[in-house]
C-alpha cells in the first residue's frame, strides 16, 4: 500500500456514517416524502455547530457482501456509466459517482440543492460498469447506503469533450485540473496533528450539497459537512473552471477537542528526485515530481522559494508569517526533456496556489519533507498554522482561493530560481583525495525579471545566509549560454543535523530576485 493509498484510507477510519441514523445533526431539517429538506450554508454551519457538542461515533454501517470484499483489482474495474451522468445534455457541467467498496467503506451522501431545498441523490448497482474479473451478474439489484465520493465533468480543453474537472474522494481529500493539466497534488480541507506526538487525524466529507448547474453554467458551487474526532466543519467550494480553475473557499470549523497543530489550506504531493538529488536514483529520467518547490509571498510583496527535497529522515520547516498574500506547491520546470516520462507527464501536474481572503493573522507555513523510495508516495506536504492554541468550544473562519493550474511562479517581476544542482564541494574533476572531507556545493540558477537584461559586467552580487556550516564560499557568475545567473556556494557540515541555506542576488543593494530557501542533511541521497 503506497502512502497516498494510506492516507486515504486512514481518513476513512475516521468520521461519522452520512446515514441518517448515525448522522442526527444532518435530520434536523424536516424532509417530505421524498427526503428533501430545505437547505443553505447558513443551516449547514448550524448543523455542523450542534453537531460538534456531541460526542464523536464511529459509523455503524453492513455492506453488501460482493462490496465488502472488493480487492483493489476489482475496484479498478468499476466504473460509472458515462450516459448515465447527472446533468448530461443540460449543463455544461456534468457528475458521475464513485463506488463504495474496497477501502471506501463508509458513505459519503450526495444532495442536489435547487432553490433552497436539498434532495438526496441515490445510487445503486445499475448506474455502474462492473468489468473483468468482476461479473456483473453478481452485482445486479445491489443498493448502496450512498457513494465514495463523486468527479464533474466539464469541457475544458475542448467543447466537444467533457474532461474531468474536480474529483472529491477520501477523507476530505480532492483534486482539481486547469487548462491542459493532468492530475497532480491534491488538497484538502483541513489537516489536524500531522507530525505530531498526538498522531494526525482524517477528518473526511461526510455529505455534499451540489448547486444544480444550469444550461450555460460557467462555474458551479458545492458544500460540504466534515466530521471528525477533534472538529466539525461546513464548507463552501465555489468553482469556476478555466486556464486556471479557480475554487473560491469557506470554511467554517467547530473545534471538538484541544488540537495541537491546525494545518488551513493543506495541500500534499511528490517529489522523489530532481536535479538536487537524483544521484541517489539509478533511473533513466532526469525528474520524477509533481512539485518542485514552496512558493510564499509575503505580505510585503517579498518572494521566497524552498526547493523541495527528499530527504534522509523526516524533515519540517517552518516560515513565520502575518497576513500571507499566497503560498503553494509549483511545478516549474515544464520541459519534456527534463522528465523523459511518456506516460507520467510531469512536466503536465498542475500547480496550486493558496490566496487567503482577508486577513489571517500571525502563523507559520508548515513544510513537511517525507523520505520516500517510490513515486506512488505523496511525500510532500504543506499547509498554514495559526498562532496560539485551539481550544474545544472555539470557532474559526478561513475564506481563501486555490488557484490550480500549469502556472510555474506568481506574477512577481523579480528574478526566479530555474534551476538547483548539487554535488561533491570544490573543483570538478579533482582526485577525491585533494577534495576537502565532506564538502558539498550547491549551484543554483537564477533567470528572469531584471536580471534579463543584465550582463557580465554588471556587478551581481549574492547575499548569503548559512546554518549548521562552515567554510562556505560563495560565488555569482553569468552563464553566457543560457543568460542565467549562476550562484555557486561550497559548504562542510558541521554534523548530521540540517543545514538551513538561504540567498538572494543583488546589485548596489537593490534585490534583483526571490530568496531561495533550502534545507540539506549530509546524509541525503544516500541509499541502503
Known amino acids: 500500500m503506497d502512502r497516498r493509498t494510506l492516507l486515504i484510507s486512514l481518513g476513512l477510519a475516521f468520521g461519522p456514517s452520512a446515514l441518517r441514523g448515525a448522522y442526527p445533526a444532518l435530520a434536523a431539517e424536516p424532509a417530505d416524502k421524498e427526503g428533501a429538506t430545505p437547505f443553505s450554508f447558513e443551516h449547514l454551519c448550524a448543523r455542523m455547530k450542534a453537531l460538534a457538542g456531541e460526542e464523536f461515533r464511529k459509523p455503524d454501517v453492513k455492506l453488501a457482501k460482493q462490496v465488502r470484499t472488493l480487492?483493489?483489482?476489482?475496484?479498478?474495474?468499476i466504473r460509472y456509466r458515462p450516459d448515465l451522468a447527472l446533468w448530461r445534455g443540460r449543463s455544461p457541467f456534468e457528475l458521475q459517482a464513485f463506488h463504495m467498496g474496497w477501502l471506501f467503506r463508509d458513505p459519503v451522501r450526495l444532495h442536489a440543492v435547487e432553490e433552497g431545498t436539498a434532495r438526496p441523490l441515490t445510487f445503486s448497482g445499475e448506474d455502474f460498469e462492473y468489468r473483468p474479473p468482476l461479473d456483473p451478474a453478481h452485482f445486479s439489484g445491489l443498493t448502496m447506503p450512498g457513494t465514495s465520493g463523486f468527479r464533474l465533468h466539464y469541457p475544458l480543453n475542448d467543447p466537444r469533450v467533457a474532461d474531468e474537472l474536480v474529483v472529491f474522494q477520501g477523507a476530505s481529500y480532492f483534486r482539481a485540473l486547469g487548462r491542459h493539466s493532468l492530475y497532480g497534488l491534491s488538497a484538502r480541507g483541513i489537516a489536524v496533528n500531522t507530525v505530531t506526538r498526538q498522531g494526525e487525524e482524517f477528518p473526511r466529507f461526510s455529505d455534499f450539497y451540489i448547486e444544480v448547474p444550469g444550461r450555460d453554467a460557467r462555474e458551479i458551487t458545492i458544500y460540504a459537512a466534515l466530521e471528525g474526532k477533534s472538529l466539525t466543519g461546513a464548507y463552501a467550494f465555489r468553482i469556476v473552471p478555466g486556464d486556471e480553475t479557480l475554487m473560491d473557499v469557506k470554511a467554517r470549523l467547530y473545534i471538538r477537542k484541544d488540537i495541537e497543530r491546525l494545518g488551513v489550506a493543506p495541500m500534499t504531493s511528490m517529489?522523489?528526485?530532481?536535479?538536487?538529488?537524483r544521484h541517489a536514483f539509478d533511473d533513466f529520467r532526469g525528474?520524477?515530481?509533481?512539485?518542485?518547490?514552496?512558493?510564499?509571498?509575503?505580505?510585503?510583496?517579498?518572494?521566497l522559494w524552498r526547493s523541495l527535497n527528499n530527504p534522509s529522515r523526516l524533515a519540517t520547516s517552518f516560515f513565520s508569517e502575518v497576513d500571507p498574500a499566497s503560498f503553494g506547491l509549483i511545478q516549474r520546470d515544464r520541459r519534456f526533456g527534463s522528465y523523459q516520462d511518456g506516460s507520467a507527464d510531469y512536466q503536465r501536474r498542475p500547480s496550486l496556489v493558496v490566496e487567503p481572503?482577508?486577513?489571517?493573522?500571525?502563523?507559520?507555513?508548515?513544510?513537511?519533507?517525507?523520505?520516500?523510495?517510490?513515486?506512488?508516495?505523496?511525500?510532500?506536504?504543506?499547509?498554514?498554522?495559526?498562532e496560539g492554541e485551539v481550544r474545544a468550544g472555539e470557532e474559526r473562519s478561513y475564506d481563501y482561493r486555490l488557484r490550480w493550474s500549469m502556472q510555474t511562479a506568481t506574477d512577481g517581476g523579480t528574478g526566479r530560481v530555474v534551476g538547483l544542482r548539487t554535488g561533491h564541494g570544490g573543483v570538478s574533476g579533482v582526485d577525491e583525495k585533494n577534495r576537502v572531507k565532506g564538502e558539498r556545493?550547491?549551484?543554483?540558477?537564477?533567470?528572469?525579471?531584471?536580471l534579463d537584461s543584465l550582463t557580465a559586467t554588471d556587478r551581481v552580487e549574492a547575499k548569503v545566509h548559512v546554518g549548521g556550516a562552515s567554510g562556505v564560499k560563495p560565488v555569482v557568475s553569468r552563464v553566457e549560454p543560457t543568460g542565467l545567473w549562476r550562484l555557486v556556494i561550497d559548504l562542510v557540515p558541521e554534523s548530521d543535523e540540517p543545514v538551513e541555506l538561504s540567498a538572494f542576488l543583488e546589485i548596489d543593494g537593490k534585490r534583483l530576485t526571490e530568496t531561495w530557501l533550502y534545507q540539506w542533511r549530509r546524509t541525503d541521497g544516500k541509499t541502503s
Do not use: C, M
Not at 271 to 277: D, M, P, Q, S, T
Open 357 to 386: 481572503l482577508g486577513k489571517w493573522g500571525k502563523g507559520w507555513i508548515q513544510l513537511v519533507e517525507i523520505p520516500t523510495q517510490l513515486e506512488t508516495n505523496d511525500n510532500i506536504v504543506a499547509y498554514w498554522t495559526p
Open 71 to 77: 480487492t483493489y483489482d476489482g475496484y479498478r474495474a
Open 287 to 303: 525528474e520524477v515530481h509533481d512539485s518542485d518547490g514552496l512558493e510564499v509571498v509575503r505580505a510585503s510583496g517579498e518572494r
Open 441 to 450: 556545493k550547491f549551484v543554483v540558477d537564477f533567470g528572469g525579471g531584471p
Open 271 to 277: 517529489f522523489l528526485f530532481g536535479e538536487n538529488n
